[in-house]
């Protein structure tokens, strides 16, 4: 969280990805960490709804974050997750059930601000932001009778993605 910058919000699902984290590892250990980062006031929990106490996504203190950033190499380590993160949106079943949750734009949020802040350019990351791009389109509108095979049908199109890669 401290890579992408004071006040900034980090999903919690971008931040279970990067982590690496399964559904049961989010729901245990980290839960319990994240709470007790809530209570010492050293992050904030966003997009809190009636009753809940998680949130769906989370703001360092800015102290906090420029501890971090320094104390961590947190840069680094962002580098480090980048290919977790490319590796899970080129799973089209996975970034069709985040856009359920929250939408395609999230994660194209998700892969835009990472890229943003990397300190030098990640290909992959760049690649696959480019293709889910040209299909942005055809994914945010998607036919109501559109199987489970559309989406893949739409990514993974050899025409399209070699206009990706030859660019």
Do not use: C
Not at 51 to 71: D, I, K, N, S
Not at 109 to 131: C, S
């Amino acid at each position: 969280m401290a890579a992408f910058g004071e006040a900034a919000v980090t999903p919690s699902e971008r931040l279970q990805v990067l982590a690496g984290l399964t559904d049961d590892d989010w729901d245990t250990p980290f839960a319990d960490a994240i709470a007790e980062l809530i209570d010492y006031h050293l992050i904030e929990p966003l997009g809190l709804k009636e009753g809940e106490t998680e949130g769906t996504a989370f703001r360092l203190h800015p102290l906090t974050q420029v501890y971090a950033a320094r104390t961590l190499n947190a840069h680094e380590k962002l580098q480090d997750a980048v290919p977790r993160l490319v590796a899970t949106y080129r799973d089209p079943t996975t970034w069709m059930l985040r856009r359920a949750g929250e939408g395609l734009a999230a994660v194209m949020d998700d892969l835009r601000v990472t890229q943003a802040v990397l300190k030098t350019v990640n290909d992959e990351l760049n690649q696959l932001t480019r293709l889910l791009a040209l299909e942005e389109s055809h994914l945010l509108a998607m036919p109501e009778e559109a199987q489970k095979g559309y989406v893949i049908q739409q990514v993974r199109e050899p025409s399209r993605i070699m206009k990706v890669i030859m660019r």
